[in-house]
DNA sequence: TCAAGGTATCTTGCTTTACAAGGTACCCCG
DNA sequence: CGGGGTACCTTGTAAAGCAAGATACCTTGA
């Protein structure tokens, strides 16, 4: 798969997860590859970039599968950042498909 | 807007606009732009890369309005690489979108 | 006991590509 | 001659996906 493509919407596709449930790292690289192909070695830093900027929030939690799982929590931040990406998104989309079709505007 | 989105696409959407009819450089800028912000600085490197590649052909036609321009033509090879990217677009797009309404596959 | 395999985290280095900024040069008009 | 529109190109920077590798927990089975 074009890695290119996911660029900027990795982060969407976390959030929205994210904002459902609250997830751990390991469990989002799943959740996600069963969509597309993607790895610890992506994800892993992005929540790393997400944390930074306020838009998440983690808390650990023992289990016995394991190591303990750091799960992450949506911020209201987050919420609205994901609502504006989100609109972005679909603009994009629509932006792009009136260019295959050779419309203008 | 998110430049990262971009990611992958223009050269999608440079090969679709290609492929209706030969454009060249400075056009394709103004022509996407209607649609999208991009720059001078994306589409020639661009150009330059699906060029080595082989997805396109370039000639030169001398201009009354300015200096010669520099159209560009899709190849045999331009012509199945769209065919393939177009599919992984709207696939992509069906992933990302049932991500984001929280179904599986 | 200890090796293997699943679970779970993180980091380093590489690569790709969008873009700002700057440069060159053509043409016409005032 | 200077400014503005047209047209090309390059350099350097930054963002982010990913392979690869490191660490460590737990269970199971030889």
Redesign the interface.
Known sequence: ??S??????LE??VL??VN?HDCYGYELVNR?S???QVTEGTIYPLMKRLKDSGTIDSYIVESQEGPPRKYYKITDIGASELER??G??FE??D??N???K?D??
């Open positions: 798969m074009n290119q493509l996911k660029r900027g919407t969407l596709c929205s997860i459902e996600i069963e969509c597309m990406l989100s972005e998104w994009f989309i932006s792009v009136k260019l295959l050779g203008k505007g």
